[in-house]
């Protein structure tokens, strides 16, 4: 998995510098899946993905929606265990987020860049 840092660049301000970036098919398929927890800070972007899943995870995330250009373009809070998204059209990529940590750090229409750490 590649370090990344994540800026909204509407707000001018970073969201973490604690994430990882899932591009390839069993990373991207694996997720988040049997962790107990991740620390509230970190962020899990998935590329390319259009919808996600919580099967076999353990607690509830926020999940932001990215098109390709890195615009919010859907958030869906609060994403409980067990379940399978919405399939989002215009999704690129999207980030997990533990819940509550996201909250007014971003909105649908914000612009997101994702740094690459090396």
């Not at 987020?97 to 649908?108: K, P």
Request: proline fraction near 3%.
């Amino acid at each position: 998995m590649k370090s990344i840092w994540i800026y909204n660049a509407s707000r001018e301000s970073y969201i973490t510098k604690n994430a990882h970036r899932a591009d390839k098919f069993w990373r991207r398929l694996i997720g988040l899946m049997w962790r107990g927890s991740v620390p509230m800070d970190y962020g899990f972007a998935i590329k390319p993905c259009r919808q996600v899943h919580t099967m076999n995870m353990k607690f509830t995330i926020d999940v932001v929606y990215l098109n390709k250009a890195g615009v919010v373009i859907a958030v869906d809070y609060e994403f409980e265990p067990w379940r399978f998204g919405k399939n989002i059209k215009d999704s690129y990529e999207v980030i997990e987020f533990q819940t509550g940590f996201v909250g007014s750090q971003l909105t649908v229409g914000d612009v997101i860049v994702i740094e690459n750490v090396e």
